[in-house]
């Protein structure tokens, strides 16, 4: 009872006072915090209008990238259909030589670019993804706190390398090694470079592949160990399968900066546009030829000033067609959780 | 009424509906002497000893923090999971000391299912969910596995609300229905003993009824451990409970006589919800 009373006599302030909730602060100063919060509004009568002009802002930034992606993609397409004018689509598809620079007998077929571009993605993919998976599940199932913090620090750095450093390791170490073992390997070829852009995306898929990883729920691990799976049984059957989609996506995402990686393949992988499966022999990608076109002196308005927006053009389409493929994969295979 | 009479009340009654063969002799599947636990500084489990008796159901009680859920993931070793974990002293099951280092974890989740305090399944179908594990265990045969998954679903008594949708993912169910499936999940290998971590704290009403009933069902083939901080579950369907404070065993006895008559002024106070 005598409980009750303590707290009928706790509340009774409260329901005593409606409206303006007065302290005392020593003796005599009186002061209503409704009163001051009043006052502070009629000086800040303007706040409404920042409220009001931020978002504005905010959305014209987002506009610029967006109208900037706009541009990019108008001037590709203004310009491809000019080359497409003086060079028939047939012949741009079909044809089996890229070979630009003759006054008399010029040929632009792009698939030898395409199949230099493959070739260096591919052998890029042979390598990546399998160091890259096998660095994220270490990272995300096995490793102590302390060498995650001292690996992931490291694969930054890596991912930070400028591309013509990695360029230069590919011709001047990577190469030469690999000629020791293949005596056949050109000097310029395919397969350095496709290694070295591997070795360049493989912290981008382990890094975005643990961190998928890494948010699977602990309470799904612990569900798998408490039927008895290993720690492999674990990460293998229950958390790659969960973190499939981000797993997908950060391939998927690695392979397009493969595609698009300039660099590398200018360095070490030549010039010679061929259309073969051999990596051995000297190639060309799309983004090798686009440099050798800059850094010439093509002139303004010829068919060769051109056929680099047409080639750009096919790079913008295979990165779109991958990340639109990366879109569809990681929703057919998402697992909500 | 007081609190004492409404619950023994309700035993009696509870009893009565079970309607208990008298146990003839029923061997110890987990005998406990002497365990100690720390996490880094903190004792979390002192002294602990305790024997469970198989195709029963142990309740352990006690209020948010009492070392319950410590206690109860050391039996499976899952609270190796969690870093500077030592032990010492002895949990034998079935005769052998689970806290050798010979003795592989893995084994013994095997023979130990546990059910956690939130549903857990699978990011996968719900055939998927309960064929896992006698998957990871080498059961491929793609017949047995279905009658395995229906027989497992059938004995978490969700078989009728799921038969139709096995192959849709898990988290379309309710939450009462993915805790059943994680029973299935775990009646899939069979095991022989189930750990339950307070497996009703997440669900509704309703839900939490059936899995009581699910636990009542249960015991006929499996010894079932269950953490609880609801004392009228402990109630209503153990036939032991121990009693935890502050890492110590305060009270273990027939659930009958802890709830009618316990021995130690805390347990009764506990019981009668004067603290926790």
Redesign the interface.
């Known amino acids: 009872m005598a409980e009750r009373e303590a707290d009928s006599l706790l509340f009774q302030p409260c329901l005593g006072w409606k409206g303006v909730f007065v302290l005392a602060l020593g003796n005599t100063e009186k002061y209503s915090v409704q009163q001051m919060i009043m006052d502070k509004k009629s000086k800040k009568s303007n706040r409404l209008n920042v409220e009001k002009i931020i978002p504005g802002l905010l959305l014209l930034t987002a506009i610029i990238s967006v109208l900037t992606t706009l541009g990019i993609v108008f001037t590709l397409i203004f310009e491809t259909f000019t080359f497409f004018d003086r060079v028939s689509l047939k012949e741009f598809f079909t044809a089996q030589k890229w070979y630009p620079f003759s006054e008399t007998s010029a040929s632009y077929g792009i698939m030898p670019l395409i199949s230099g571009t493959l070739k260096v993605t591919g052998i890029a993919a042979l390598v990546a993804v399998p160091i890259g998976l096998a660095t994220a599940i270490y990272l995300s199932e096995y490793a102590s706190e302390k060498t995650r913090r001292i690996i992931k620090p490291i694969l930054e750095v890596l991912a930070g390398i400028p591309t013509i450093v990695y360029g230069f390791f590919a011709l001047t170490f990577v190469t030469p090694i690999l000629r020791s073992f293949i005596p056949s390997l050109e000097i310029f070829n395919a397969l350095s470079p496709g290694i070295v852009v591997g070795i360049m995306i493989t912290p981008m898929i382990a890094s975005l592949s643990e961190d998928a990883m890494s948010s699977v729920?602990n309470?799904?691990k612990?569900?798998?160990?408490?039927?008895?799976?290993?720690k492999l049984?674990t990460a293998i059957?229950?958390i790659l399968?969960?973190a499939i989609s981000g797993i997908m996506a950060s391939i998927v995402l690695a392979l397009s900066r493969a595609i698009g990686e300039t660099m590398i393949v200018s360095v070490a992988g030549g010039s010679t546009p061929n259309l073969s499966t051999d990596v051995t022999s000297s190639i060309q990608t799309m983004t090798a030829y686009i440099v050798q076109v800059s850094t010439g002196d093509a002139g303004y308005g010829t068919t060769i000033y051109y056929s680099i927006y047409a080639v750009g053009m096919m790079l913008f389409l295979f990165t779109l067609a991958m990340n639109l493929f990366a879109q569809f994969i990681s929703r057919k295979f998402r697992?909500?959780? | 009424m007081t609190a004492i009479q409404s619950i023994t009340e309700k035993i009696k009654k509870d009893s009565k509906l079970m309607n208990k063969p008298i146990a003839e002799q029923k061997e110890h599947v987990y005998e406990t002497s002497d365990l100690n636990l720390w996490y880094g500084e903190n004792h979390a489990l002192i002294n602990i000893n305790l024997d469970i008796t198989e195709n029963e159901v142990t309740a352990i009680i006690g209020p948010s923090g009492c070392g319950k859920s410590t206690y109860i993931k050391t039996l499976n070793r899952m609270i190796e999971l969690v870093p500077g974990v030592k032990t010492s002293g002895e949990i034998r099951y079935r005769g052998r000391n689970i806290l050798d280092k010979s003795y592989k974890a893995e084994d013994l989740r095997t023979r130990v299912g546990m059910v956690f305090q939130k549903p857990n399944p699978f990011p996968k179908s719900i055939f998927e969910n309960v064929a896992y594990g006698p998957k990871i265990h080498g059961i491929k045969n793609k017949k047995l596995l279905d009658e395995i998954v229906e027989k497992s679903l059938r004995g978490a008594a969700i078989w009728d609300e799921v038969k139709d949708r096995l192959n849709q993912n898990a988290y379309g169910l309710s939450g009462g229905q993915q805790q059943r499936l994680c029973i299935a999940r775990c009646l899939a290998i069979e095991p022989d003993v189930i750990l339950m971590d307070e497996p009703t704290s997440a669900l509704d009403p309703i839900s939490t009824l059936k899995v009581e009933e699910l636990v009542q069902e249960l015991k006929k083939e499996f010894s079932i451990i269950i953490v609880t901080h609801n004392m009228q579950q402990a109630a209503r369907i153990s036939d032991k409970t121990a009693f935890f404070l502050n890492g110590e065993v305060i009270e273990y006895k027939d659930t009958n006589t802890i709830f009618s008559n316990p021995t130690d002024k805390r347990t009764e106070d506990y019981i009668t919800g004067r603290f926790g």
């Open positions: 729920p309470s799904i612990e569900g798998a160990f408490a039927l008895g799976a290993t049984e059957k229950v399968p969960a697992e909500e959780y």
